[in-house]
């Protein structure tokens, strides 16, 4: 049954040929037969693609070594849940996973898009269908999951084991669910274009799916993130590296699109500004779909590098990216302008985080690609790390952080400051006793460190106060304002929500960065040692056969003040034998917020090579972007998101599921 | 058979897929207008809902609501001819085309990509086959899967290992013949196995743990003619070529008959007397090297290749006594005496049967047991 | 202030932002970019001490020595030159002799280079790539390729 998977890819190919063309010529004739195709033909080809990749889970799940890129990516001896994750744990079945959350994007937009102005759904699933096209090529010539063996190999050569983690088998479905969900906001962009005309619902519709996609591509850096932080034992969260840039700068210029997009919806203004960017967004995700897969830059997660793939790429790129840019020359001039308002105005505050934003972005771009420049023209090998990133990331961020609790509350069109200002009177005062608080009571030692705690609660109490206001807390009865505060919309709580997720990451980022500690000893057993006013004891080494690896593993014990085991934690080294590899399963204790982080090296005369640290509050930098996610979704429900057809409005009423949206 | 039907009714879905809406009646068309008014109409209704709330402040509510109708009245003015009208023949082909494409496409693709031939090979069911159908590599699977389930199964390891060596899997075969030892205890072929397989698994360098495997080796049986063997080649190795030419002579000359080693030995010791007398264009040190570290067949292959070019030379340049020599050893080495004959005659007719260097060719055949048939005189 | 001069005042505050961010940006990409070098290149290259760097090569047969307190020293060789280096802390998994590596630090005032991290890659048949490259450029790559 494998070549029907083979043979379903094949015809998925065919049907996005036809998507590309037939609904597009319809679209310009205004054929309303040629544009119904669209959506019969979108979701025949989602099903096929599904079908295609069911077959290939099925081949790993089964472990059918008659399939080259099963062979390669698994052995009949894992765990059933890693057979399964393996599909895309490699190139290969990474890219099908691509394509098919794409053509499942499509179909949402062909079922959820069917009170759409006719010629505008045809016309954005043909783009769809063209980036589907580009991919589906991409799979077949240069990696196609279902090239075969024959004779078949007995057994397969595993799953490389630091991909053998379930944060890392969630991580790239949530990633890739965000970076393809932004190819939806391109092709309403590229649709607008191509049509030269913006409709007045344009971004009701496009918010949504710029919403879905970012509240995915959050979770999946957060998954990420974490992952690298346990996972590679080396206590950090963040290292710049290229592949995580390449999430992140989607990540930031989508950020940018959903405020921009919120203007365009309530003023009909920054039009061509929010075009250019959900084109720019999903560009980013290519670049960043590049950067992973081409092998370009060196990366501690990069796990495909084959040039021939990385050509084609850079084809499609140009085709997508240069593409659309060169149509946004041609025609953006031709889209009517957007209304004008005041600097201080919430339009205003939303045009300044999109300023700093995109420059953000901007700069994220430079450091990631300028190592590629300099390498192209000089031949140097330089490096971008981390020194760079905080000289010009985070000067940019902290303007931006502190102005955030602003924008909410200011009116549209003409806002005013000062009222603003006063309102926010008791989160500025609430941070400023953070800031004393921590300077002279927790640590003087960092100035830095206080302040950036204050911004931090300056954050949460902003997106607080905003909730209070809207509600009339003090201008109204308690009973009256709590009536208010439930009906106020979901997008009100969304946004204070995914406000206040930030100020935990801030806090999270603050604690961990500012307030860690760590220390590197070696340790015999029964030895005592303190970090922060936490006793740790290496008790011993026990080796442990696992299923598929060797286990070094060290037990540690944290002790309370009279000595007793307050916790127990183990920090092991795993080996394993089919591919010779070491790993390390760092040990991590969470108290509170806060959490304990062990890792051991090798075993030396003078005892095991331990390192310890102590990070205060750092779970909610991933907590944080738990909150932001939930923000998002609650923003999704929103009712104003979800914009009935003239034709059937009436029918259906208010009462339609809440999944329109989606 | 069965892909075939599937593949066919795969096709005829998607094709319908794009057949079924070019085939339908046009439903009526409602125009984009219809879509904006819509859209500001629920914009009022949530300036409503805001000023109610008291969201908003009553004058903000009004402009906007001034800002809104404002849109609804451009609209109206807008309101633009919708298309239409005749299609040329070339545009009405374009459903046509798109009907045909579909199966066309996919399967003039799936034609090149594809192969509708092999079947799904689930490993449960390749392993559930009868072993007799079973190729090598499916018995070693199945070896394999037994001893992952029954690790401490000694007796299983020793079978594998010397079967991983056949196929060339020396890391697989060092690691077997490791656990063997670790379950059974150490006897000489077990570490004299081991030891072969660390050499092989480094490309034929003698390293410090294989060369104790073989030192293990001899201690249960001085008589290992395995580890005889590679430990004179580490000597070679390390360069001490007279030792390892007095063990390998030691071996030529006391190994019985049939022994494979006897033979590797005197293979190795003609090549080191090449070697040592550093004569011609012979085979190089590492050339020897590899020869002696390459499994049976492999070597037997290499070594034909060297006769092979050395018959070549001798072809262009027959008034070479040595070469003669070194040729018929070189095909009684490898076991045929008739070659070894036929060379022997074709040096006599080379040299001339009465000179002192074909009587020297003569006298070093028959010291090799090889005497000159009748068909020559 | 008429519309267009706020226009035009938004847009030059809007470009003065940009500019002061580009100029940020390339400070910052001239003092903290840091080169890779291979030890070899370190005898032409000028690089004070304290410059942050990235040093690449192979760590060199036998020279791995574990002194007190985890802390380890090592030699990094590209087989022409070779580069002592300290590291405290724990070694990659994939940490051999004979195996490519990254570390990135400095030069101390006594001439020894002290690394604040060294990656080995997630692989065992993969060697970093500044490292791969340069070697084939001198010559000296020898991997199966």
Redesign the interface.
């Known amino acids: 049954?494998?070549?029907?998977g083979?043979?379903?890819l094949?015809?998925a190919?065919?049907?996005g040929?036809?998507q590309m063309?037939?609904p597009l010529?319809g679209a310009r004739?205004?054929?309303?037969?040629?544009m119904?195709?669209a959506?019969?033909?979108t979701?025949?080809g989602f099903v096929?693609t599904a079908l295609s990749f069911a077959i290939l889970t099925m081949?790993y799940a089964?472990?059918?070594?008659?399939l080259q890129n099963v062979w390669e990516n698994s052995h009949?001896?894992k765990p059933m849940l890693y057979k399964i994750t393996g599909v895309w744990g490699n190139h290969e079945g990474s890219m099908l996973l691509w394509v098919f959350i794409l053509t499942f994007f499509g179909a949402l937009v062909a079922i959820f898009g069917r009170n759409?102005?006719?010629?505008?759904r045809a016309t954005v699933l043909a783009v769809q269908g063209s980036v589907g096209v580009a991919f589906f090529l991409f799979i077949?010539i240069t990696s196609?999951p279902?090239t075969?063996l024959?004779?078949?190999?007995?057994?397969g050569r595993d799953l490389?084991p630091?991909l053998q983690d379930i944060g890392l088998a969630i991580h790239p479905p949530l990633l890739y669910l965000g970076y393809v969900g932004f190819s939806v906001s391109f092709a309403f962009s590229v649709a607008a274009l191509i049509e030269g005309r913006i409709?007045?619902?344009w971004a009701?519709w496009v918010r949504p799916w710029t919403l879905v996609a970012w509240v995915f591509l959050t979770g999946g850096i957060a998954m990420g993130s974490y992952w690298a932080y346990y996972e590679l034992?080396w206590g950090g969260f963040w290292f710049w590296d290229p592949v995580e840039n390449a999430s992140f700068m989607p990540w930031l210029a989508g950020t940018a699109l959903l405020h921009s997009a919120i203007v365009m919806e309530k003023r009909?203004a920054l039009k061509i500004w929010t075009l250019l960017l959900a084109i720019l967004t999903f560009s980013l995700s290519l670049l960043g779909t590049f950067l992973v897969r081409s092998?370009v830059l060196?990366s501690?997660h990069a796990f495909a590098?084959d040039p021939s793939r990385g050509v084609f790429i850079l084809c499609i790129l140009m085709l997508f990216i240069g593409g659309s840019l060169a149509l946004f020359a041609l025609r953006a001039s031709s889209l009517t302008q957007g209304?004008?308002f005041q600097?201080i105005s919430r339009e205003g505050a939303l045009v300044l985080n999109n300023?700093f934003l995109t420059?953000a972005t901007?700069?994220v771009f430079?450091?990631t690609l300028?190592?590629l420049l300099?390498e192209a023209l000089s031949g140097?090998?330089?490096?971008?790390?981390p020194?760079?990133f905080n000289?010009?990331f985070i000067?940019?961020m902290v303007p931006l952080l502190v102005l955030v609790p602003f924008g909410p509350l200011l009116?549209?069109?003409r806002g005013d400051a000062l009222a603003a200002a006063q309102r926010l009177m008791f989160a500025f005062a609430a941070a400023l006793a953070a800031v004393l608080v921590t300077a002279f009571l927790i640590d003087g030692s960092s100035a830095i460190a206080a302040l950036g705690v204050g911004l931090a609660i300056w954050l949460m109490i902003g997106a607080l106060t905003d909730l209070a206001v809207?509600a009339?807390l003090g201008n109204v009865e308690p009973s009256v304002a709590w009536r208010?505060f439930i009906?106020?919309p979901r997008s009100v709580f969304g946004t204070a929500l995914a406000h206040l997720g930030l100020g935990l990451t801030v806090l999270g980022l603050v604690g961990a960065i500012c307030f860690g500690t760590e220390s590197?000893?070696?340790m015999k057993p029964e030895q005592i040692t303190e970090l922060s006013g936490k006793r740790v004891r290496f008790d011993n080494v026990v080796p442990v056969q696992g299923p598929n690896y060797n286990d070094e593993r060290a037990h540690f014990s944290l002790l309370g003040p009279a000595g007793e085991v307050r916790r127990e934690i183990w920090s092991s080294?795993r080996f394993y034998?089919v591919?010779?590899?070491?790993?390390?399963e760092a040990g991590i204790a969470t108290l509170g917020f806060s959490q304990l982080y062990i890792?051991?090296?090798?075993t030396?005369?003078?005892g095991l090579?331990?390192?310890l640290w102590w990070k205060p509050f750092v779970t909610l930098i991933w907590g944080g972007g738990l909150v932001m996610m939930a923000g998002g979704t609650l923003s999704l429900l929103d009712r104003?998101l979800r914009?009935?057809?003239?034709?059937r409005?009436s029918r259906k009423g208010a009462v339609k599921p809440a999944v329109e949206a989606a | 058979m069965l892909f075939w039907v599937i593949a066919a009714v795969l096709t005829l879905g998607a094709s319908l897929a794009v057949l079924l809406p070019l085939a339908a009646r046009p439903k009526s068309e409602s125009s984009d207008t219809a879509h904006d008014l819509e859209v500001y109409r629920d914009q009022l209704s949530e300036l409503d809902r805001d000023l109610d709330r008291g969201l908003i402040q009553p004058s903000e509510a009004e402009q906007a609501r001034a800002e809104i109708g404002r849109r609804i009245l451009r609209l109206s003015a807008a309101r633009q001819e919708q298309a239409g009208g005749e299609r040329s023949f070339g545009l009405r082909l374009i459903p046509v085309i798109a009907v045909l494409a579909v199966p066309l496409v996919s399967w003039a693709v799936y034609a090149r990509l594809g192969s509708p031939d092999i079947p799904s090979q689930p490993l449960s069911e390749r392993l559930a086959r009868n072993p007799a159908d079973s190729t090598v590599d499916e018995l070693v699977a199945r070896a394999e899967s037994h001893l992952a389930a029954n690790p401490s199964d000694g007796r299983g390891w020793e079978v594998l290992a010397p079967i991983y060596m056949r196929m060339q899997r020396f890391s697989d075969s060092a690691r077997a013949y490791d656990n063997a030892i670790r379950l059974l205890g150490s006897n000489a072929d077990r570490q004299s196995g081991l030891g072969e397989a660390l050499v092989n698994a480094a490309g034929g360098r003698i390293a410090g743990d294989a060369r104790a495997a073989f030192l293990a080796a001899l201690e249960h049986d001085p008589s290992d003619a395995r580890s005889q063997f590679f430990l004179a080649m580490a000597s070679a190795q390390d360069g001490r070529m007279e030792d390892a030419v007095a063990s390998w002579k030691r071996m030529r000359d006391s190994l019985p008959e049939g022994s494979p080693w006897r033979g590797a030995a005197g293979q190795a010791l003609a090549q080191a007397g090449l070697e040592m007398a550093e004569r011609g264009p012979g085979p190089g040190q590492e050339e020897v090297e590899a020869a002696t570290a390459m499994s049976e067949q492999d070597r037997a292959e290499m070594i034909a290749g060297m006769v092979e070019r050395l018959d070549e030379r001798l072809r262009e340049n027959p008034q070479d006594g040595e070469g003669w020599k070194q040729l018929i050893r070189s095909h009684l080495v490898l076991g045929d005496a008739n070659k070894a004959r036929d060379v022997l005659a074709r040096a006599v007719e080379a040299l001339g049967a009465d000179t002192e260097q074909a009587k020297a060719v003569i006298a070093f055949a028959a010291s090799n047991g090889l005497k000159m048939t009748e068909q020559v005189q | 202030m008429t519309r267009k001069q706020k226009r035009l005042a938004v847009i030059f505050g809007g470009l003065a932002f940009l500019g002061a961010a580009t100029g940020l940006t390339f400070v910052a990409l001239g003092q903290k970019a840091s080169y890779f070098y291979m030890p070899g290149d370190l005898v032409s290259a000028d690089v004070q001490p304290g410059q942050r760097i990235r040093l690449g090569g192979i760590v060199e047969k036998g020279s791995i020595l574990r002194g007190q307190d985890a802390t380890v020293t090592f030699a990094v060789t590209d087989t022409a030159e070779t580069v002592k280096v300290t590291y405290k802390g724990i070694l990659p998994d994939l940490f051999r002799e004979e195996q490519g590596v990254i570390t990135e630090g400095s030069f101390g005032p006594d001439g020894g280079f002290v690394a604040d991290s060294v990656l080995a890659k997630h692989d065992e048949n993969y060697m970093p790539r500044e490292v791969a490259d340069s070697l084939k450029e001198k010559g000296l790559w020898q991997h199966n390729e």
Do not use: C
């Not at chain 1, 140097?380 to 790390?385: A, E, H, P, T």
């Not at chain 1, 890792?599 to 090798?602: D, L, R």
């Open positions: 049954m494998v070549e029907i083979h043979f379903a094949v015809l190919l065919a049907l040929l036809v063309t037939v010529i004739l205004r054929d309303e037969r040629m119904a195709v959506g019969p033909v979701l025949a096929f081949a089964r472990s059918d070594f008659s009949s001896l759409l102005p006719t010629t505008l077949l196609n279902f075969r024959s004779p078949a190999p007995v057994e490389n630091i409709d007045a619902a009701r034992g009909s092998g060196t501690v590098a209304g004008l600097p300023l420059t901007a700069t430079i450091g300028y190592p300099v140097d090998k330089i490096s971008v790390g020194p760079f000289l010009t000067p940019l009116a549209w069109k809207k009339g208010r009906g106020l590197v000893l070696t080294r034998p591919r010779q590899m070491n790993t390390t890792s051991i090296g090798e030396t005369e003078s090579v331990v390192r104003r914009v009935g057809a003239p034709a409005r």
